[in-house]
C-alpha cells in the first residue's frame, strides 16, 4: 500500500519534470524565432549578461530582452494562470465545460473595454493607450469578479453560481453587441482586435504584475488543495472531511478570478487554454490529485501558449497570426483526437 | 451489558429546514444517544427526516433548536473527528482510484499539503483489511459494482478512525447477497473496534436480526426506541408502516386461504416449512388436525417425496409443483 503510493508519486514527479524540461525548451525555441535571425549563442549571451556580445548588434540585445523575452515571459504567465483558472473552475463546479470564463470576467472585461473604446467621448482617442485598456478590463473583471462573490455568499449549489456567471456573460456580451450596432468601423476594429488576444506588447512593469498575480492566484490554488481534492466526492463528503466548504470556494473563486482577470487585463480575452489544457494534463499525469495537476497544468498552460506562439511565427512574416485563432485551432482537435482515442474524459 | 461510553447525546434535538413562512420541523424534541459497540437501525417511511437527522448529526447541517454533543470527547471537539460518514450522494469523479478514495478518509488528520504519514498509511490499511477488498485497490471507481463501490466508501469512513459511524440507506439498490454482508460487516466492526454504528435503512428484515437498538420514525414528528424485539411486540412497527398484507410478528406475508380447501400437512424441517409456503401461496389453508385432504412430507438421505391422502386414495409424487398441479 505505501509502497504503491510512493511509486505513484514519483512517477508524477517524473511527468512534472519532463514538462518542466519541455517548456524550457519551448521557451527557447520561441526566443530564438523571429522576423530577425540572431543566433542562438547571442540569445544566450544577451540573456546572461543582458548586453549583447561585442562583437553582435546591439539592436539585437533590444529586439530579445525587450520584445521577445517578454512575449515569451507573458507565454508562460498567461498560459499558466488561465489554465490554473480553468483547473479550479472545472474543479468547483464538476463540469468538464467549465474553464476561467465561466465566472463571466472576460466579458466583464470586454464590456469595459468596448465602453471605453466606443462610448463617443473616449472614442476621440485615435489610438488608445494600451495601459488604458489594460485598467479599463481590469475594472471590468473586478466588477463582475464582486457581483459573482456577492451572489456566491447566498448560493448554496456550484451549479446554480455556474448559471449565473454564464448569465452575467450573456448579458455583458450582449451589451457590447449594441455597442459594436451603435459605434463607428474604425473603433469596433481596434476592440475586434483587442477580443483577438495578443501576446505581445506587454511592458517590464506589466509582466512583474502578471507574475505578481500568478504567484499569488497560485499560491491561494495551493492553499486549498485539500478542499479541491475533498470536492471530487462532493460537497457533502467535503464537508464531512473537516473541509471548510464556504471558504474554501470563496478562496477558489478569488484565485481564479485574479488569475483571469489579470491574464485579460493585460493580454485580452484568450479563449480555449483554460478549458483545454487541464483535460490535457490530466491525460499526462492521470491523476485526480491537485497536489500534482495544480503545478503540471501550470507547465501545461505555459507549454500550449509557448507552443501556439511559435506555430503564428512560422510564417516568416513580420505579422504575426491572432494568438486566439490559434489557440483553438491548434488545440481542438488535439483534445477531439484525445477524447475519442481514450472514451472518457479523465474528470 | 450497561458498561458501554456513550459516544454522543442529543438535547432537545429539533431538525428540519427553513421553508416560506418559518421553517419546516421534520423530528421534533429528540433525546437519544449512540453508545459504543452498538449498531442502532434508523427506519422509518420515505421523507419522514432519516436523512435529514443524520446530516444533522455529522454537522453538515443546522439544527433548528437544540444540540448535539460528544460526551467522551477526549483531545478533539471537531465533528470529523468523531462522526465518519457514508451517503448516498453518487461519487462523479469516477477516475479516482480506490485507493484514493479511501485515503481520503484521513484528511481530517492532515494539513494542508495532505502529506501522508506512516500512521495515516496504517490507518489505510487496516480499513482496507476490516473490510477485505484488497483485490480493489488499483481499480478506478468507474469500474465497481453497486456493492463493491459501497464497500469502498465503508472503508474511507473507517480509515477516518472515528469513533462513530452513520451511514444513509448503505444496502440501498444492492442484491440480497451483498445486502447481507454489509450488514454483518457492520455488526461485526460495531463489535470489534467498539464503534457506535447508526444506519438509515429500509431492510426490515435484516434490521430485526442484526440491530441492538432501533430507532423508529414517524409518530408526532419524534422518534420511538428501543430494542427490535419490544418494538414488534408492543405494535410499534405496525402501526408506523401500517403493514398491508404483511405479518410482522410472524415475519410473513399474510395469504388469503381464497380457495376454501383445509388441507392437513405433516412433516418436518424445510421441506415442511417451504411445502406450507407453496400450499398458503397458492391459496390453501393449512392446518395440523385432520382434514379431507392430507399430505405427508417423506424425507429420506436421498430423496423427498410427498404423499396425498384422499377418500379416493393415496398418490405420490416427487416434487411440489406435481403436489399443487395433483391438487
Known amino acids: ?28 525555441v520561441d526566443l530564438s524565432l523571429g522576423s530577425v535571425k540572431i543566433p542562438l549563442s547571442e540569445i544566450i549571451n544577451i540573456l546572461l549578461t543582458g548586453e549583447g556580445s561585442d562583437g553582435g548588434n546591439p539592436i539585437h540585445a533590444d529586439i ?30 464538476r463540469n468538464a465545460l467549465a474553464g476561467p470564463d465561466v465566472l463571466g470576467l472576460s466579458s466583464g472585461a470586454s464590456l469595459a473595454v468596448a465602453l471605453v473604446l466606443m462610448a463617443p467621448n473616449a472614442g476621440l482617442l485615435a489610438q488608445p493607450h494600451p495601459l488604458l485598456l489594460a485598467t479599463a478590463a481590469s475594472i471590468g473583471c473586478l466588477a463582475v469578479l464582486v457581483i459573482m462573490l456577492l451572489v456566491a455568499t447566498r448560493l448554496e449549489d456550484h451549479a446554480s453560481l455556474l448559471i449565473v456567471g454564464l448569465m452575467i456573460g450573456a448579458a455583458t456580451s450582449s451589451i457590447v453587441s449594441v455597442l459594436q450596432f ?10 475586434i482586435i483587442w477580443t483577438f488576444g495578443s501576446l505581445s506588447g506587454l511592458n517590464w512593469t506589466e509582466i512583474q504584475i502578471l507574475t505578481l498575480i500568478l504567484i499569488l492566484g497560485t ?42 482577470g489579470g491574464v485579460t487585463a493585460f493580454c485580452g480575452p484568450i479563449a480555449f487554454v483554460g478549458i483545454a489544457v487541464p483535460h490535457l494534463t490530466r491525460l499526462l499525469v492521470n491523476t485526480q490529485n491537485h497536489k500534482i495537476l495544480v503545478p503540471a497544468v501550470l507547465f501545461g498552460g505555459a507549454i500550449l501558449l509557448l507552443f501556439c506562439d511559435i506555430v503564428a511565427q512560422l510564417p516568416h512574416e513580420s505579422a504575426v497570426l491572432p494568438l486566439n485563432a490559434l489557440t483553438a485551432l491548434i488545440g ?7 477524447i475519442v482515442k481514450n472514451k472518457r474524459l479523465r474528470m | 451489558m450497561g458498561s458501554e461510553r456513550t459516544f454522543l447525546t442529543t438535547h432537545n434535538l429539533c431538525i428540519g429546514y427553513p421553508a416560506k413562512g418559518g421553517e419546516n420541523r421534520l423530528l421534533t424534541n429528540l433525546n437519544l444517544s449512540l453508545r459504543e459497540s452498538q449498531m442502532v437501525c434508523f427506519m422509518g417511511p420515505n421523507g419522514s427526516g432519516k436523512s435529514s437527522l443524520l446530516r444533522t448529526l455529522a454537522g ?44 481520503f478518509g484521513r484528511y481530517p488528520h492532515l494539513g494542508w499539503n495532505i502529506t501522508l504519514s506512516n500512521t495515516d498509511r496504517e490507518h489505510v490499511t487496516r480499513a482496507i483489511d476490516q473490510v477485505r477488498i484488497q483485490h480493489l485497490l488499483k481499480k478506478r471507481v468507474y469500474e465497481l459494482s453497486d456493492g463493491q463501490l459501497q464497500m ?24 440480497l447477497n451483498n445486502r447481507v454482508e454489509i450488514m454483518n460487516l457492520l455488526r461485526d466492526l460495531s463489535r470489534s473496534m467498539h464503534k457506535a454504528i447508526l444506519l438509515a435503512t429500509h431492510e426490515l428484515d435484516l434490521a430485526l436480526q442484526t440491530a441492538d437498538r432501533i430507532w423508529l420514525t414517524g409518530k408526532n414528528n419524534t422518534i420511538l426506541e428501543g430494542l427490535p424485539e419490544d418494538l414488534v411486540l408492543n405494535g410499534s412497527f405496525d402501526e408506523i408502516f401500517r403493514f398491508k398484507g404483511f405479518d410482522l410478528k410472524t415475519g410473513k406475508v399474510i395469504h388469503q386461504p381464497f380457495r376454501n380447501i383445509s388441507i392437513q400437512l405433516i412433516g418436518e424441517g424445510a421441506a415442511y416449512l417451504w411445502t406450507k409456503n407453496a400450499l398458503e401461496r397458492n391459496g390453501f ?21 410427498w404423499s396425498v391422502t384422499r377418500s379416493e386414495g393415496v398418490e405420490e409424487v416427487s416434487t411440489i409443483e406435481e403436489l399443487i398441479t395433483s391438487l
Not at chain 1, 69 to 88: H, N, P, Y
Not at chain 2, 83 to 97: E, F, H, P, S
Request: a neutral charge; charged letters at 15%; proline letters at 3%.
Open chain 2, 285 to 305: 389453508d393449512v392446518s395440523d388436525v385432520r382434514q379431507p385432504i392430507s399430505i405427508t412430507v417423506l424425507s429420506d438421505s436421498s430423496s423427498l417425496r
Open chain 1, 1 to 28: 500500500m505505501a509502497g504503491i503510493t510512493r511509486e505513484k508519486v514519483i512517477g508524477n514527479s517524473g511527468n512534472l519534470m519532463v514538462l518542466l524540461v519541455l517548456m524550457l525548451v519551448l521557451f527557447a
Open chain 1, 64 to 93: 530579445v530582452r525587450d520584445f521577445r523575452l517578454t512575449k515569451a515571459l507573458t507565454c508562460i504567465l498567461a498560459g499558466a494562470a488561465l489554465s490554473i483558472a480553468g483547473l479550479q473552475m472545472q474543479t468547483l463546479f
Open chain 2, 60 to 103: 453538515l447541517q443546522k439544527p433548528i433548536s437544540g444540540s448535539v454533543s460528544f460526551p467522551g470527547a477526549d483531545h478533539s471537539h471537531r465533528v470529523e473527528h468523531k462522526i465518519a460518514v457514508v451517503l448516498t450522494d453518487r461519487i462523479q469523479a469516477v477516475n479516482l482510484t480506490v485507493e484514493e478514495v479511501i485515503a
Open chain 1, 219 to 260: 499560491a491561494l490554488a495551493f492553499s486549498r488543495i485539500k478542499a479541491l481534492n475533498a470536492w471530487l466526492l462532493g460537497d457533502n463528503y467535503a464537508m464531512s472531511m473537516g473541509v471548510n466548504v464556504k471558504r474554501s470556494r470563496m478562496v477558489i473563486l478569488l484565485s481564479a478570478a485574479i488569475l483571469t
Open chain 1, 332 to 338: 481542438a482537435p488535439v483534445v477531439v483526437w484525445v
Open chain 2, 152 to 175: 469502498v466508501m465503508i472503508a474511507r469512513a473507517l480509515a477516518q478512525d472515528t469513533p462513530i459511524l452513520l451511514l444513509d440507506e448503505p444496502t440501498a439498490h444492492l442484491d
Open chain 1, 182 to 191: 451603435l459605434s463607428r468601423a474604425e473603433e469596433m476594429q481596434v476592440h
